[in-house]
């Protein structure tokens, strides 16, 4: 199904998993759900934040602690995993639970978005070292896949794209009806929207969370841009799936515009893109990331913070924290990029809530 190669180094204190996780009683969470720890990688590689690190560094560093005040946050660091670079979201473990059994998680394998970049073994491997520390079970799928590129409400819907999954620098030999399958197999999805594509500047091959994202069940927040905006045409064919898909359990979505900030532009070297010279960047509020009564929402200093913090807010039911991200965006992505969510052990939940009662 694969034409690349498995960097993936197994550890032997990993448990590995085998056959459907959903068929045996697991599932993906919603991020609203409660976390036990969201996993971040300082930013580290110059190449990707070019005359800029310090400052990305610096916004990275702010964000950390405001996550702090509502969640555990882990880092590769403390594991003693190394990475090629940052972007956690993609090439971390993905995780799921079961109502008796507790967390697992999955490990695909991370190509570097499609073969853009330099070989990323060492992100490749960080899905096996955070399970050996968390000791967890894990499934490790023959699959590329990263993390950016779906999103679920946790009742059995998810979000993608045509551009990124169905994309033939990914898995050229797969079939549409085997992606589908391989993903209602580890993530026990039932209904799969798939949307045409995503933002400019973004050099994923238009992941979902730089374009639409679950807030709750049956709502989803949604990138729109105005005539006359680069991105306008190809948020307007999403918008047009959105609005007539139903979820898993046959609702029809509740579709919320998100603005689009101001265009963002920075003018990289020009061994970066071949060309080099002034690039859009993929400025998105639609990146923000949900933890534990909070969101966090990525701001670039222009008039539409304001508005996507308190529609956000109002979505949500949550306490919404701006995040300054204007640098940390020049490496082409922000908060749910950087991040990677544990969600709590279903049991302890279980037990907590069968305590108070």
Same mark, same amino acid.
């Given at each position: 199904?694969?034409?690349?190669?498995?960097?993936?180094?197994?550890?032997?204190?990993?448990?590995?998993?085998? =056959?459907?996780? &959903?068929?045996?009683?697991?599932?993906?969470? @919603?991020?609203?759900?409660? /976390?036990?720890? *969201?996993?971040? #990688? +300082?930013?580290?590689?110059?190449?990707?934040?070019? =005359?800029?690190? &310090?400052?990305?560094?610096?916004?990275?560093? @702010?964000?950390?602690?405001? /996550?702090?005040? *509502?969640?555990? #946050? +882990?880092?590769?660091?403390?594991?003693?995993?190394?990475?090629?670079?940052?972007?956690?979201?993609?090439?971390?473990?993905?995780?799921?639970?079961?109502?008796?059994?507790?967390?697992?998680?999955?490990?695909?394998?991370?190509?570097?978005?499609?073969?853009?970049?330099?070989?990323?073994?060492?992100?490749?491997?960080?899905?096996?070292?955070?399970?050996?520390?968390?000791?967890?079970?894990?499934?490790?799928?023959?699959?590329?896949?990263?993390?950016?590129?779906?999103?679920?409400?946790?009742?059995?819907?998810?979000?993608?794209?045509?551009?990124?999954?169905?994309?033939?620098?990914?898995?050229?030999?797969?079939?549409?009806?085997?992606?589908?399958?391989?993903?209602?197999?580890?993530?026990?999805?039932?209904?799969?929207?798939?949307?045409?594509?995503?933002?400019?500047?973004?050099?994923?091959?238009?992941?979902?969370?730089?374009?639409?994202?679950?807030?709750?069940?049956?709502?989803?927040?949604?990138?729109?841009?105005?005539?006359?905006?680069?991105?306008?045409?190809?948020?307007?064919?999403?918008?047009?799936?959105?609005?007539?898909?139903?979820?898993?359990?046959?609702?029809?979505?509740?579709?919320?515009?998100?603005?689009?900030?101001?265009?963002?532009?920075?003018?990289?070297?020009?061994?970066?893109?071949?060309?080099?010279?002034?690039?859009?960047?993929?400025?998105?509020?639609?990146?923000?990331?949900?933890?534990?009564?909070?969101?966090?929402?990525?701001?670039?200093?222009?008039?539409?913070?304001?508005?996507?913090?308190?529609?956000?807010?109002?979505?949500?039911?949550?306490?919404?924290?701006?995040?300054?991200?204007?640098?940390?965006?020049?490496?082409?992505?922000?908060?749910?990029?950087?991040?990677?969510?544990?969600?709590?052990?279903?049991?302890?939940?279980?037990?907590?809530?069968?305590?108070?009662?």
């Amino acid at each position: 199904m694969n034409q690349y190669t498995d960097s993936r180094a197994p550890l032997e204190s990993v448990t590995h998993l085998q =056959g459907s996780a &959903a068929a045996q009683g697991w599932r993906m969470p @919603a991020e609203w759900e409660p /976390l036990d720890a *969201v996993w971040l #990688v +300082r930013p580290h590689n110059a190449e990707t934040w070019p =005359g800029c690190l &310090a400052q990305a560094q610096a916004e990275w560093d @702010a964000w950390k602690l405001a /996550l702090e005040e *509502v969640v555990r #946050v +882990r880092t590769t660091d403390e594991i003693g995993a190394p990475t090629n670079d940052s972007w956690i979201r993609d090439f971390g473990a993905i995780f799921v639970t079961h109502a008796t059994k507790g967390v697992a998680a999955h490990s695909f394998i991370f190509n570097g978005w499609g073969g853009k970049y330099e070989a990323r073994t060492d992100d490749d491997s960080v899905p096996e070292h955070m399970v050996s520390h968390l000791r967890v079970p894990l499934w490790s799928h023959n699959f590329v896949l990263e993390g950016g590129s779906i999103d679920v409400d946790g009742e059995g819907t998810m979000l993608t794209t045509e551009q990124c999954l169905s994309n033939d620098n990914r898995n050229p030999d797969a079939s549409p009806q085997a992606i589908e399958k391989a993903l209602r197999d580890a993530f026990a999805v039932e209904q799969l929207i798939w949307l045409p594509g995503g933002i400019k500047g973004d050099d994923t091959d238009g992941h979902i969370d730089d374009i639409a994202r679950f807030v709750r069940p049956g709502v989803v927040a949604a990138v729109r841009a105005p005539h006359g905006h680069a991105d306008h045409e190809i948020l307007e064919a999403n918008w047009k799936v959105l609005t007539s898909a139903r979820t898993a359990k046959g609702r029809k979505l509740d579709v919320v515009a998100l603005p689009t900030p101001d265009a963002l532009h920075y003018d990289f070297p020009a061994d970066r893109f071949g060309a080099g010279g002034r690039n859009m960047l993929p400025a998105s509020h639609a990146n923000f990331l949900i933890a534990n009564g909070r969101v966090f929402v990525p701001c670039f200093g222009g008039k539409s913070d304001d508005v996507a913090c308190r529609l956000l807010a109002e979505l949500t039911g949550k306490t919404a924290v701006a995040i300054s991200a204007r640098h940390l965006v020049v490496g082409l992505g922000s908060l749910h990029c950087l991040s990677q969510q544990q969600p709590a052990d279903p049991r302890v939940t279980a037990a907590c809530v069968a305590s108070r009662a």
